[in-house]
């Protein structure tokens, strides 16, 4: 985690995914647009929350997985 220098969590909003809080949280904190941002999750309700907050968003079907397979040594 220290790698990020803004994270979002459940205890952060009040209204959980599938609503797009989150979302807009952290578009605000970036002061960004929907088109400048991308949202990728592992469960369909993250396609929905995506969706609901109007960004890009894409579903890779085991995360951990993937980014294991092509994280740089």
């Known amino acids: ?7 979002v969590g459940r205890e952060d ?5 599938p609503e797009p809080e ?3 949280v952290i578009k605000n904190h970036y002061g960004i647009e929907n088109d400048e941002m991308l949202y990728i999750g592992d469960m369909k309700k993250d396609i ?3 969706d ?3 960004v890009d968003t894409y579903l890779i079907d085991d995360l951990i997985e993937y980014v294991k397979a092509h994280k740089e040594n």
């Open 22 to 24: 989150g979302l807009i």
């Open 1 to 7: 985690l220290d790698k990020f220098d803004f994270i």
């Open 48 to 50: 929905l929350t995506g």
């Open 52 to 54: 609901n907050a109007g």
């Open 13 to 17: 909003v009040r209204r959980w995914k």
